[in-house]
């Protein structure tokens, strides 16, 4: 079984490298949404599905759904899956390794059938790199794919209905895409895009809660004077209070454990060397597993920000644009794959992510979980992105140790409980 797991091991990185060949752009990764390197990528997933025993299909939003039966019928299902939309200039392993994942386990089975169903979903879009809005996928699973989104469209004015009926897809039929009462489970493997597994010299980690966030737009706005005439005491300058108020910035994420705030992007106006600048836009981006601990952050980085243009003779406009609540992981899914890591040999580390994930919005209607594998030197939606091997195959190891054990976690479960979204 460990050489199989090896070589199990080294075709999901050869799949997902290969994977790689399909993009919108010469010398570079990036496949968006329903694009024509996202249509031959899904061609070729499909076909593997298919000669794992899946019967696969593509729904309404683009999802690509592999079902594995299980021994006997009616049973309950677990889900499992990922993305296989990419950011520009990406690497070849951010959401494509877990739905390479998903499917190695299925084929380790060799057409064994488990007390339940497998679905497994390539969620044709997470990014929300060609509308500007992310999980179109997942959204459409757990029926939050609202109908005036349809008409929301990219930079060349392609309205999002259209692309769907491009790519010959009904997005009259969305409200199919829901998943099924049976579904009593959802499990996503993905790498970490971060340093804490790596850091702690740690394989695996188990995600328990994935951040909320903050994003908001602040202006800061004094006087546009001659760089050369005008004395520093006389000065309205909208960079020096936005610098002074990025450091208070830094100082608050620095001081609250667990907090992450993120200046951006700075844009001047008039941008030039000899004016001092009257206006400057500064994004924040600010994040936590407790809303309340981030909630009170923005809080205090308005009043900082209010304060500091005040006593420089500035004024200071936000805009608030988005606030997205933390997720909770399913504890006994949590625990679940907690106990088939450590089965393994491995001690996990119980994680927050910082970054959002489909798992984040099918945690809304079934309970779930998600198993981070650790990404050499942090780096994720780059080139350089990489994984480990043992990494690999121990994450495989844990999910076949996973499936093993996810039918006693289903036991218990009646079937009110069963088909009853997950809050």
């Known amino acids: 079984m460990q050489i199989e797991m090896r070589e199990q091991a080294d075709k999901v990185i050869a799949r997902c490298r290969y994977l790689a060949q399909f993009t919108e752009e010469p010398g570079q990764i990036k496949r968006t949404f329903l694009s ?32 594995y039966p299980a021994a006997a ?20 392993f951010d959401g494509v390794l877990g739905v390479m994942m998903a499917l190695a386990l299925v084929e380790v089975l060799k057409n064994e059938k488990l007390p339940f169903a497998i679905e497994l979903i390539a969620f044709s879009e997470e990014e929300g790199v060609r509308y500007s809005l ?19 469209q990219d930079a060349r004015g392609i309205s999002l209905g259209s692309a769907m009926m491009s790519f010959g897809l009904d997005p009259s039929r969305i ?24 850091s702690e010299q740690q394989s695996l980690g188990v995600v328990h809660a994935i951040a909320g966030q903050t994003r908001a737009e602040f202006t800061f706005t004094g006087l546009a004077r001659h760089a050369g005439t005008t004395p520093m005491r006389l000065r309205h300058d909208a960079v020096a209070g936005a610098a002074e108020w990025v450091s208070e910035v830094e100082r608050l994420a620095l001081a609250t454990p667990g907090l992450v705030a993120t200046v951006g992007d700075l844009r001047t106006h008039p941008g030039t060397w000899n004016v001092v600048a009257g206006q400057l836009r500064a994004s924040l981006d600010v994040r936590h597993g407790d809303d309340s601990i981030r909630h ?11 304060a500091i243009a005040n006593r420089r003779g500035l004024t200071v406009d936000s805009k608030m644009q988005m606030d997205q609540p933390a997720v909770v992981m399913d504890a006994r ?3 679940l794959a907690t106990e088939a890591i450590r089965s393994t ?21 079934v309970p779930t979980t998600m198993i981070f594998l650790r990404s050499p030197g942090g780096i994720s939606h780059h080139p350089d992105e990489s994984v480990r091997p043992q990494d690999v195959e121990n994450a495989l190891a844990a999910g076949l140790a996973f499936l093993r ?10 079937s009110k409980e069963k088909n009853t979204p997950h809050a």
Do not use: K
């Open 134 to 152: 992310p999980f179109i996928g997942s959204r459409a699973v757990v029926g939050r794919l609202d109908p005036a989104l349809l008409d929301v």
């Open 73 to 92: 019928s009616p049973s309950i299902c677990l889900g499992m899956g990922s993305h296989l939309d990419t950011v520009p200039n990406s690497g070849a």
């Open 345 to 365: 040999g491995i001690s996990p580390l119980s994680m927050v992510s910082g970054a959002g994930h489909d798992a984040m919005i099918v945690a809304e209607r």
């Open 296 to 306: 009170q952050a923005v809080d205090q980085l308005l009043a900082q920000a209010a």
């Open 36 to 67: 024509p390197a996202m249509r031959e990528c899904m061609q070729t997933v499909q076909g593997w599905m298919e000669a794992a025993g899946m019967r696969v299909v593509t729904d309404a939003a683009g999802n690509l759904r592999g079902q």
């Open 175 to 198: 409200g199919e895409c829901l998943l099924g009462g049976d579904v009593a489970g959802f499990l996503e493997f993905h790498i970490e895009q971060g340093v804490v597994l790596e």
């Open 333 to 335: 899914l949590c625990g």
């Open 405 to 414: 054990s996810f039918a006693s976690y289903c036991a218990p479960l009646g």
